[in-house]
Every structure is written in structure tokens, then in C-alpha cells.
T-cell receptor, first 108, second 115 residues
Framework: QKEVEQNSGPLSVPEGAIASLNCTYS??????FFWYRQYSGKSPELIMF????GDKEDGRFTAQLNKASQYVSLLIRDSQPSDSATYLC????????FGKGTRLHILP | GAVVSQHPSWVICKSGTSVKIECRSL??????MFWYRQFPKQSLMLMAT?????????EQGVEKDKFLINHASLTLSTLTVTSAHPEDSSFYIC???????????FGSGTQLSVL
């Protein structure tokens, strides 16, 4: 059974701080890794993707991938109240598999 | 990113009726679309993979005769919930993949409430 694991949270982070979201996956053959943001009652929105080991930065977001450890993370710098949402990790091997998501709450 | 349009956004229906949900890729052709269901505070659950011009592939435990999927063109897939019951009330979301690009783009979702 291929799995993607995330801490369900909620993860509470003060406004302006760095939020760190983590994800582990079981399939070593996984090729592509995605982070989606989902606001309550809305559908997921793609915010980051990463294919290679290392870091990938886009604005306030940084995705980090370590294939040897089967670990992918998302860092959000200068957290804003609007970042409060559920963040879904998704991993693709032969099919895309979603984690259950981490609820992030930014404290004003 | 690519745009996926989903209609209706919400629907309320009586038990026993059928409901059709449309998913369109607006600025790209999608040979494959995916249908998900999500209950409150739960994760996305893949229901089926919709393939243009062929039968959909359903995930284990999803009744293909209850959730009819049609993918008649490269830009449109439909999900019909037949003989809906209150336990079918959920948030249904479609998504599409651009060619071999593995990124999924989601429709806005349909909140179905069956009375």
C-alpha cells in the first residue's frame, strides 16, 4: 500500500514566523512531488512542485525534497493570516497519491 | 496554471433523483480527468479516472453504476450521481492533467446535498 503521511495538525504559527510542513512517502519510485493549499469549502490549489533533490523557492514558499529519506517539506516564510488553510502533500509514481493534509493556523 | 471549470458549484436534490456534474478544461485538452470526493474535514478520496473515449476506471469500493462517468470529448467529463441518497452528500471535485505534465489542476468543486 503506497502511502503519503502528514501530521494532521493543527499547526499554529505566529504571524511573521516560518511555518514548516512535513510529508513522508512510502514509494521509493516516486518521481514528482506537489504541495496544494485548500481553504475550507474550496478545492485544492497547486502552490509548489518539485522533482529533484534539494530546495526550490517561489516567493515566500520553499519546497524541500530528500529522496533518500523519502521526505518532502514546505516552508512558508513571513506567515500571513491568509496562509491559514489545509496543505496537501501529493506524490506521483504510477498514480498521484494525496496525504490527508495538515491544517495550518496563523495566529495574528 | 491551467483552468478547470466545474458546474454546478452546489446542488440540493431530493433523495432518489439523479444529479449531473460537469467538468471542463477551458484552455487545454485533457485526455485524463479525475473525480474526487471529500467529506468534511476528511482527505480527498479518488473515485475514478476518466479517460477520453473509453470507460472510466473506478477505485475499489466505488459503485460504477451509481457514479456514471462520461468523457466524450477532450475538454468535458461528467459525473452523474444516480438515485442519490443522503449518504452521497459530499464535496465532489474534478481535476485534469495537462498532457504528460503530472500537475493536477482542480475544478472549483460541487457541494451536493441530498435531502
Amino acid at each position: 500500500q503506497k502511502e503519503v503521511e502528514q501530521n494532521s495538525g493543527p499547526l499554529s504559527v505566529p504571524e511573521g514566523a516560518i511555518a514548516s510542513l512535513n510529508c513522508t512517502y512510502s514509494d521509493r519510485g516516486s518521481q514528482s512531488f506537489f504541495w496544494y493549499r485548500q481553504y475550507s469549502g474550496k478545492s485544492p490549489e497547486l502552490i509548489m512542485f518539485i522533482y529533484s533533490n534539494g530546495d526550490k523557492e517561489d516567493g515566500r514558499f520553499t519546497a524541500q525534497l530528500n529522496k533518500a529519506s523519502q521526505y518532502v517539506s514546505l516552508l512558508i516564510r513571513d506567515s500571513q493570516p491568509s496562509d491559514s488553510a489545509t496543505y496537501l502533500c501529493a506524490v506521483t509514481a504510477d498514480k498521484i497519491i494525496f496525504g490527508k493534509g495538515t491544517r495550518l493556523h496563523i495566529l495574528p | 496554471g491551467a483552468v478547470v471549470s466545474q458546474h454546478p458549484s452546489w446542488v440540493i436534490c431530493k433523495s432518489g433523483t439523479s444529479v449531473k456534474i460537469e467538468c471542463r478544461s477551458l484552455d487545454f485538452q485533457a485526455t485524463t480527468m479525475f473525480w474526487y470526493r471529500q467529506f468534511p474535514k476528511q482527505s480527498l478520496m479518488l473515485m475514478a479516472t476518466s479517460n477520453e473515449g473509453s470507460k472510466a476506471t473506478y477505485e475499489q469500493g466505488v459503485e460504477k453504476d451509481k457514479f456514471l462517468i462520461n468523457h466524450a470529448s477532450l475538454t468535458l467529463s461528467t459525473l452523474t450521481v444516480t438515485s442519490a441518497h443522503p449518504e452521497d452528500s459530499s464535496f465532489y471535485i474534478c481535476s485534469a492533467r495537462v498532457d504528460d505534465n503530472e500537475k493536477l489542476f482542480f475544478g472549483s468543486g460541487t457541494q451536493l446535498s441530498v435531502l
